[in-house]
């Protein structure tokens, strides 16, 4: 059963990793394009003004005068700003989610918190014994002893 736990995680957190990824791709892609367009946007905002005041051309061709075109400016780069921040922030909270989807989950038995300690606590598989004793009401301890070690197994499989 705690196997099956571990794999569910697993999956969540490689949904979560891919997820992170996909949004920061698109992120990415979306802020290129708003620094392109409000580059775009100053560059005409800055041709207006040199036209206008310097060039002496009317408001006319513009269709705004010089002052909508600077308020509208300061307003997209400010919508520009916002969007940015949003990106920034969903970012954060994805990658919360799976720093909280990556932490240890505890294990239960019985009803009971388990606590696990393998002796030796070096050893990689092999056979162990599984003793559960009792700490107290909510506590479990899921002792795990070694009795024939991975080296052992090999050496009598290679002799059969």
């Known amino acids: 059963m705690g196997n099956v736990m571990v794999e569910e995680d697993k999956y969540h957190i490689k949904k979560l990793d891919e997820e ?19 580059l775009i946007y100053v560059v005409w905002v800055f041709f207006v003004v040199i036209s206008v005041y310097f060039l002496g051309m009317g408001y006319n061709w ?75 009401d909510d506590n479990v301890l899921r002792l795990r002893t070694l009795i024939v070690s991975a080296k052992e197994i090999w050496k009598r499989k290679r002799i059969d």
């Open 20 to 38: 992170e990824l996909r949004l920061k791709s698109k992120y990415v892609r979306w802020s290129k394009l708003i620094l392109i367009l409000s």
């Open 62 to 136: 513009a269709f705004m005068t010089m002052d909508n075109w600077i308020l509208s400016s300061i307003v997209l780069t400010c919508f520009f700003i916002i969007l940015e921040i949003v990106f920034l922030f969903h970012i954060q909270i994805v990658k919360r989610e799976r720093r909280e989807k990556e932490k240890p989950q505890p294990m239960f038995y019985r009803g009971r918190k388990l606590h696990v300690y393998t002796y030796p606590e070096t050893a990689k598989g092999g056979v162990f014994s599984r003793t559960y004793i009792p700490i107290d």
